[in-house]
């Protein structure tokens, strides 16, 4: 972050005391206590649905998350000469959660659970954007997937990773067109099931509640980084947590069972959040995003990481269609 970004701070009414790099950001100390000057590119509706959101869970008294700080003029966000933008935020010195601790794991689902009770805003709420669509998502995940094995068949002198990633993909595209088709046969009850759950009602999601993100101080957790909220069912986000963890936890069955159970102590899954969570596991999302760093990126060097990654997630397989035929079980046989 270029420092000539400290000057936006004039525009807020705080006394800065010091200063010090964070990643990708600028850690304040200040009279209002510790803050974060970060880059922001989003635009200024988006970030007045977030600090909406925020400004809920403040109030509930029961979730400590970050909160946006506005200048002086009431902007929520501020823009240095070349137009980048930035948002000031409250901070933590707080550690990021343990993903190598059960018990912090899953206070950080039950933390998870209380969140969403928050995350919900009337459906007429001005500059609302579109409710998430996973099945439109993977159509278009599944139509990257068929060009980059169209251009790996095509291509001449392959490198190991190419070789490797070429053997793996029929396996892991049939996986995915198969289940974006059962998971299009259920769209339609998923989505009437929500709109009669939530009437008058849209649950936004966290949008990166990773353990990055949900930081352990010494009175309880703080959340932070918001910028992905987005309208979506809730699973989202637990979805996105629980892969994390078991991709960490080699899709150890007694693991996902307890962070499932953790969730559920704080709000019962219904059946249709139950096949929700089922598909989005089941589809191949870390294949597809090898796949698609791998394209998007310069070809001339392939970081030796994406061949570790590959690699784990080749070994991972069967322990994962293992823990999603036990832990799903009723969802698995639906899908027979």
């Not at 000057?37 to 509706?45: A, D, F, I, R």
């Not at 994406?306 to 999603?324: A, P």
């Amino acid at each position: 972050m270029n420092d000539r970004a400290v000057e936006l701070l004039e525009q807020y009414d705080i006394e800065v005391l010091r200063t010090r790099k964070g990643r990708g950001a600028i850690l304040c100390e200040t009279d209002q206590g510790c803050l974060i000057l970060k880059e922001y590119n989003g635009n200024s509706e988006k970030i007045a649905l977030q600090n909406r959101l925020l400004q809920q869970i403040a109030k509930s008294g029961t979730i400590c998350a970050e909160q946006i700080i506005p200048t002086r003029e009431g902007a929520l966000y501020v823009q240095d000469a070349e137009g980048t933008g930035y948002i000031l935020k409250t901070w933590t010195d707080g550690r990021e959660c343990n993903i190598f601790d059960r018990g912090e794991c899953c206070s950080a689902v039950r933390l998870l659970a209380q969140l969403h009770r928050y995350m919900k805003l009337p459906a007429d709420t001005p500059d609302l954007p579109p409710v998430f669509c996973p099945e439109k998502e993977y159509e278009k995940h599944n139509r990257e997937l068929k060009r980059v094995k169209k251009y790996l068949k095509q291509k001449g002198q392959k490198t190991w990773f190419e070789i490797s990633l070429f053997n793996s993909f029929d396996y892991f595209l049939e996986q995915a067109l198969a289940v974006t088709e059962e998971w299009r046969e259920y769209s339609n009850a998923l989505g009437t099931a929500a709109a009669e759950l939530e009437a008058g009602k849209v649950t936004f999601c966290h949008g990166d509640y990773q353990y990055h993100n949900i930081l352990r101080q010494n009175d309880g957790w703080f959340l932070v980084n918001f910028e992905k909220c987005l309208p979506d069912d809730p699973i989202r986000d637990l979805y996105l947590l629980l892969r994390k963890l078991l991709e960490k936890g080699n899709w150890s069955v007694s693991l996902g069972s307890e962070l499932l159970e953790a969730y559920r102590q704080q709000s019962p899954l219904a059946a249709v959040s139950e096949i929700d969570l089922y598909y989005r596991l089941a589809y191949p999302e870390k294949f597809w995003k090898i796949v698609n760093f791998y394209y998007n990126s310069g070809k001339a060097w392939i970081p030796g990481r994406n061949q570790e990654k590959l690699e784990k997630l080749i070994t991972q397989e069967k322990e994962k269609q293992y823990f999603l035929d036990e832990v799903f079980r009723d969802v698995s046989h639906m899908r027979k």
